[in-house]
C-alpha cells in the first residue's frame, strides 16, 4: 500500500537545564550549562513507499539535551533526528509555507533544537559572588507538517478505467498490480521498474475527476512529476478519440501545465479488433497529432517495440 498523503507533528529536542553547583562547602560556583536539544531534519530517499511509516508513529521528537553539571562541564547535546522521505514529497506548514525533496543525499532542518540553560557560574559577578540560580533549557521548535507526495517517475500510464494500464505494467516490468476487468481495480499507484527507470501506473481517471468524482482525482498530482505520459487508449472503446479528448480535459482543469508534458498514445488490447477496425480508430487518433503505439499483452512483438521505444 502506498501511503501518499500524512499528517505529523515534529518537535525539536529540549535544552537541558543548568546546574547549580559549588566548589565545596564555601567555593564559588561551578555549575555547567545544559546540553542543545536535537535537530529534526529531514532527507529524500528513492524508496516511494518511505511514508508508511509515519502511520505508526506521527509524532517524532529529537532526543533531550542532558542537565549541566558540576566543575563546568556542560550537558551532553541531544542526538538529531533525520526522518527519510521519498524523493517528490511536500512539506507543507500550516502557515502554508512548503519544503519540496527535488534533491538526494542533502538534509534538510525542519525543527531546531531548544538551547540549554545557563549554569550558576554564568551568573557570578563582582555583585553576585555566589548565584544559587541556573537557567531551565528551552524548548524545541515545534511544527505541524502535511506530507504531500507526488511520485517522480519517468513514464506515467494514465487512461480511463479498464484501459488496460495494470496488465501493461506487469507485462513489462517487474509489478505485481492487481487487475480484474471492472471499474478501479487500481485503488492506489503501482510501480514497477523497467531496466532502472519508473514506471507509475496512475489509478483510472474518469470524467469530473478534477472535481473530485471517482477515484482518480486524488492522483491527479501524482502526473504533476512523471516525465512522459503514456495515455492508454482500448481498442475496443466505441469512440477513442473521445476517450483521450476525456483525460486532456481533466488534465487541463488540474493544471493547465500537464498539457505541455510529453505524450504518446498506446492503443492497447489491439489483438480484441480487426484489422480493419483497429486502423480506423488509429486513423481516428491521428487528430491528436501524438506518436501512436498499437500494443497487446498477448502480442510479444508488439511488447517488445514498446520496450526498445522505452529505452530509447
Not at 529524500?44 to 553539571?69: E, H, P, V
Not at 531551565?136 to 480511463?160: C, Q, R, V
Not at 508534458?261 to 477496425?277: F, R
Not at 491528436?288 to 498499437?294: A, D, H, S
Amino acid at each position: 500500500m502506498l501511503i501518499d498523503e500524512v499528517d505529523i507533528i515534529v518537535k525539536g529536542g529540549h535544552g537541558g537545564p543548568g546546574c547549580v553547583s559549588f566548589i565545596g562547602k564555601h567555593g564559588g560556583p561551578d555549575g555547567g550549562d545544559g546540553g542543545k536539544g536535537g535537530d529534526v531534519l529531514v532527507e529524500a530517499t528513492t524508496d516511494l513507499y518511505a511514508l508508511n511509516r509515519f502511520l505508526a508513529k506521527s509524532t517524532l521528537s529529537a532526543d533531550n539535551g542532558t542537565a549541566g553539571k558540576s566543575n563546568q562541564r556542560s550537558g551532553e547535546n541531544g542526538k538529531d533526528l533525520t526522518l527519510i522521505m521519498p524523493i517528490g514529497t511536500f512539506l507543507i506548514e500550516e502557515s502554508g509555507a512548503e519544503i519540496e525533496l527535488n534533491e538526494l543525499n542533502k538534509k534538510i532542518l525542519l525543527a531546531k533544537g531548544g538551547l540549554g540553560g545557563r549554569g550558576n557560574a554564568f551568573f557570578k559577578s563582582s555583585r553576585n559572588t555566589t548565584p544559587k540560580r541556573a537557567q531551565p533549557g528551552l524548548s524545541g521548535e515545534e511544527k505541524k507538517l502535511s506530507l504531500k507526495l507526488k511520485l517522480i517517475a519517468d513514464f506515467g500510464l494514465i487512461g480511463l478505467p479498464n484501459a488496460g494500464k495494470s496488465s501493461l505494467l506487469n507485462e513489462i516490468t517487474n509489478a505485481e498490480a492487481k487487475v480484474g476487468s471492472y471499474p478501479f481495480t487500481t485503488l492506489e499507484p503501482n510501480l514497477g521498474m523497467l531496466n532502472g527507470k519508473i514506471l507509475a501506473d496512475i489509478p483510472g481517471l474518469i470524467e469530473g475527476a478534477s472535481e473530485g468524482r471517482g477515484l482518480g482525482h486524488r492522483f491527479l498530482k501524482h502526473i504533476e512529476k512523471v516525465n512522459l505520459l503514456l495515455h492508454l487508449i482500448s481498442a475496443e472503446s466505441i469512440d477513442p478519440l473521445n476517450d483521450y479528448q476525456v483525460i486532456q480535459k481533466e488534465l487541463k482543469a488540474y493544471n493547465l501545465k500537464l498539457l505541455e508534458k510529453e505524450e504518446i498514445i498506446l492503443l492497447t488490447k489491439s489483438d480484441l479488433v480487426e484489422a480493419k477496425d483497429l486502423e480506423k480508430k488509429l486513423k481516428s487518433l491521428a487528430k491528436t497529432k501524438k506518436k501512436i503505439i498499437p500494443v497487446s499483452i498477448h502480442n510479444w512483438e508488439s511488447l517488445q517495440f514498446l520496450i526498445k521505444f522505452l529505452n530509447q
